[in-house]
């Protein structure tokens, strides 16, 4: 059975974008931080993976006597 479209669900990307001014704005700030957190946090990553030669990524194969 097919859910019901519900009347509030934005169509468009004008109506999306209206959707973005009921958020309050104290809460942009903190949008920020957190988006800035999550990138560096992906980028630091990504470099410690492509760079450290050390770090396993794969599992060893078990015939090589360990």
């Known amino acids: 059975m097919p859910m019901p479209k519900q009347e ?6 004008s109506q999306r974008i209206r ?3 009921k ?3 104290e809460l942009l700030p903190l949008g920020l ?3 800035a ?3 560096m946090a992906a980028y630091s990553m990504g470099r410690k993976f492509y760079v450290d030669k050390q770090l396993r990524l794969s599992r060893s194969s078990r015939d090589n006597g360990h």
């Open 8 to 13: 509030q669900s934005p169509h468009t990307i």
């Open 19 to 21: 959707l973005l001014k």
């Open 23 to 25: 958020i309050p704005p």
């Open 33 to 35: 931080v957190i988006g």
């Open 37 to 39: 957190a999550l990138g």
